[in-house]
């Protein structure tokens, strides 16, 4: 029976790549978006040309009554999903004493308020479900070392870390099992104004790495194999910490 995985922010980056390797590997996935159309349209078509079914929900993860509506309807008409993906955020970097109500607020509702609007609606579904489930969030090397021009990433992040980790202490008993990736540098969107050659002096691989690189190990940590870890943040970064 197929198994439905929901990722949030697949229209691009890190997400896509995931939502692409999770079709190879035999899930069928709800793409969500927010805003590009077009982009989520490529991943989509690209999921059905790997003979895998596709559903697309877009909504603002930071709007808590449209995550609640769009994901209740789509639980109650297709049933509860497999996994989950807590994959959309944003970066608004600037230095702690020049940084804006707004860049504040935007990082810490997407990506901390984000986890509470995209799992809270659709959690009892799974547990009900009484079926093995999974979720991974997505947290960064920032959120665990804490990195200058990014204090409302950090805090974002280092919140989206302790959320999982109580979480899965929640749900351990019902054989879903809650972990975190933390990425270092990935080749995205987000880090295209990135001064590479800068950042590869100070990561030990000396390298940037590939959303494949990330998308890799949430595909394990979805499989029958990862049973048994829960509660973990798992870094990919290239040794940098
Ligand atoms: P990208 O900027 O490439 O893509 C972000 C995705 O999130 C897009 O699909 C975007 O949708 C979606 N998104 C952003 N804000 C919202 C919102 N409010 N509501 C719904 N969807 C939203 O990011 P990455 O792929 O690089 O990052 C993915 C995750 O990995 C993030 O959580 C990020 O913090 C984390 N990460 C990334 C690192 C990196 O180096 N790239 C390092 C460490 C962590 P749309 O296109 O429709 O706007």
């Known amino acids: 029976m197929a198994k439905w995985v929901l990722i949030t922010g697949s229209s691009r980056g890190i997400g896509r790549t995931t939502a692409i390797y999770l079709a190879k590997s ?6 969500h978006f927010r805003s590009n159309v077009e982009k989520a349209t490529d991943v989509k078509n690209e999921i059905i040309s790997l003979g895998r079914q596709v559903r697309m ?37 600037a230095p ?13 509702n997407t990506s901390l308020n984000g986890f509470y609007n995209i799992l809270q609606p659709i959690i009892m579904d799974m547990v ?5 489930g999974r979720i991974v969030t997505l947290a960064s090397v920032s959120g665990i070392t804490g990195n200058r021009g990014q204090v409302n990433y950090s805090a974002a992040k280092a919140g989206v870390i302790g959320a999982t980790k ?4 929640e749900l351990a008993k019902h054989k879903i099992t ?19 050659d800068a950042m590869n002096k100070i990561i030990p691989m000396k390298r940037i790495g590939k959303p494949e690189e990330v998308a890799s190990l949430i595909a394990y940590l979805l499989s029958d194999d990862a049973a048994y870890i829960t509660r973990q943040v798992i870094s990919v970064n290239g040794g940098l910490c």
């Open 166 to 169: 109580a979480l899965a202490v």
């Open 26 to 31: 035999g899930y069928d996935i709800v793409l």
């Open 128 to 132: 009900s479900a009484r079926k093995p």
């Open 57 to 93: 929900l877009q909504f603002d993860v930071n709007n808590r009554k449209a995550c609640e509506d769009f994901l209740k309807k789509d639980v109650e008409i297709n049933g509860a999903y497999y996994a989950v993906i807590c994959n959309a955020g944003i970066t608004a970097d």
């Open 96 to 108: 702690f004493p020049v940084m804006s109500e707004e860049d504040w607020s935007s990082v810490i």
């Open 178 to 196: 809650v972990n975190c990736v933390a990425p270092g540098l990935i080749k995205t969107d987000m880090t295209e104004n990135i001064d590479i």
